[in-house]
């Protein structure tokens, strides 16, 4: 008897709520600086930003409630793939020849291939619930973009997605897999808003960056009536939204008849799948005294929280956000074109900013060709073929396990698998063909960017 692989939950086990870890932050002596209005750097009251989002998603990125009900429409949706499987990679373990127990959840298995589809559908259904017809968007590697225009055609919402140039070129399935569920997709920069078409007079060949295309996704949006903007991760709805994760999880250990798990690893692009994991175990040893380690790997080309300055900054390289307080590179920052995408990004969730500058979580960066000798270890021995976002998690996962190893501990780790790699074969040919490169550290781009930050009192 080898006991279990897989933890699969039934559907009456699903979280009916979403955990909101602002409400648990005070306890820990955290506070969470609120956005700012960049022309009178006073806080933004929620009327700000109902020009772009609708006022329960926005209610929600204020709210300081614990537990914020499903709405029954949603969950009925997260059904379709939720809950998903928690596996204990016994093989893994066996290839690494560590003591260590290593469980990763993965939520490759919804139906745009990654965690995004658990806030795409609330927040179309919220707009839907508030007479949205219109929504906008940009996307890196093409994971956002594909979960929201599956959640838009859940509501009969329209859907357009400002691509990154990069992804655009590199991943033209991702694109057709956009259309196919009824998206209006566009390379960014593009000529079609003011943000795009400064972007390309400056450089013409600009290779896109998300802090660009959010530029001209909240562009169009603030333009048009009928169009609100919707965002995949850094904002606290995001995060909160994907708390059903970390909430599964919990569960699942137990079935697994686990002690608490020693550490937990998430990938951070920009926060999202990291926090939906972590901060249901962060609240453990915020509230309950668990000593649980949390570590977030960033890569290199883009380490906001390892390297970039807790401070005020816009989302977003044009200018047109809030500011918000959080581990930034600097707005006009541009990533190297990595393959992970998703990654690509100057900025950080101010929820997991705000617990990284309180010493509550851990941060590395890694480099592209040590993250996907990871995922060829652990998609020859698990099968499962990681996005390389994902690839992140693992590398750290497969960190902490070798270190499990030299010293003898027999600790447990849980992972998150936040996506598969069907659409990012292209990344994984040039690394089998050895065209992989590793980019240079890029800290005098970091330090050039962030001398730009803006001044706030
Ligand atoms: C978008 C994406 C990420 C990064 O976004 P977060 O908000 O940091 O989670 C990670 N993994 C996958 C598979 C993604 O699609």
Redesign the pocket.
């Known amino acids: 008897m080898t006991g279990l692989t897989k933890v699969i939950l039934s559907e009456q086990d699903m979280p009916t709520h979403w955990y909101n870890i602002a409400a648990d932050l005070p306890t820990a002596g955290v506070e969470l600086p609120p956005p700012l209005n960049p022309a009178t750097g006073e806080p933004l009251g929620p009327d700000g930003l109902a020009p772009i989002f609708p006022m329960a998603l926005i209610m929600q990125e204020v709210s300081t409630e614990r537990y914020i009900e499903i709405p029954d429409q949603v969950q009925e949706i997260y059904k379709l793939w939720r809950p998903t499987p928690l596996y204990r990679a016994r093989r893994w373990e066996e290839a690494l020849d560590t003591p260590a127990r290593i469980y990763y959840k993965y939520?490759?298995v919804s139906p745009a291939?990654?965690?995004?589809p658990n806030t795409a559908v609330p927040q179309a259904y919220y707009n839907m619930k508030e007479g949205v017809t219109r929504l906008t968007t940009e996307t890196?590697?093409g994971?956002?973009g594909s979960a929201l225009s599956f959640a838009c055609q859940m509501f009969d919402i329209e859907c357009k997605v400002y691509m990154v140039k990069v992804s655009y070129e590199q991943k033209p399935y991702r694109k057709l897999l956009m259309q196919t569920w009824g998206a209006t997709v566009v390379p960014s920069p593009s000529t079609q808003t003011n943000a795009g078409r400064a972007i390309l007079a400056a450089d013409p060949d600009s290779t896109g960056s998300l802090g660009i295309a959010i530029s001209e996704a909240v562009e169009e949006a603030a333009l048009r009536d009928d169009t609100k903007y919707a965002l995949?991760?850094?904002l606290n709805h995001?995060l909160l939204h994907?708390t059903v994760i970390g909430q599964e999880v919990i569960k699942q250990l137990e079935i697994f008849e686990e002690e608490w798990p020693d550490v937990i690893v998430?990938?951070?692009?920009?926060?999202?799948?990291?926090?939906?994991l972590a901060f249901p175990f962060l609240r453990e040893n915020i509230v309950n005294g668990k000593q649980t380690r949390i570590v977030a790997v960033e890569p290199a080309a883009a380490p906001s929280l390892t390297r970039g300055r807790y401070a005020y900054d816009f989302g977003d390289t044009a200018q047109m956000t809030p500011l918000m307080k959080m581990h930034t590179l600097g707005h006009d920052f541009v990533p190297a074109p990595i393959h992970?995408g998703?990654?690509r990004?100057h900025g950080m969730?101010s929820l997991v900013s705000a617990v990284k500058a309180a010493g509550l979580i851990e941060a590395v960066n890694v480099q592209q060709k040590a993250i996907f000798d990871a995922a060829l270890s652990f998609t020859r021995a698990e099968g499962i073929l990681p996005?390389p976002?994902?690839s992140?998690a693992v590398l750290g996962a497969m960190q902490e396990a070798l270190r499990c190893k030299e010293s003898g501990a027999s600790e447990t780790i849980v992972f998150n698998l936040?996506?598969?790699g069907h659409f990012d074969l292209t990344a994984y040919e040039s690394y089998l063909d050895n065209q992989l490169v590793d980019y240079e550290y890029p800290e005098a781009a970091i330090e050039a960017s962030l001398a730009h930050l803006p001044q706030v009192a």
């Not at 291939?113 to 995004?116: A, T």
């Not at 998430?266 to 939906?276: E, Q």
């Open positions: 939520e490759g291939g990654s965690h995004k890196g590697a994971q956002w995949g991760s850094v995001v994907q998430g990938c951070t692009g920009g926060g999202s799948n990291f926090g939906g992970a998703g990654l990004y969730s996005a976002e994902a992140h936040s996506g598969h």
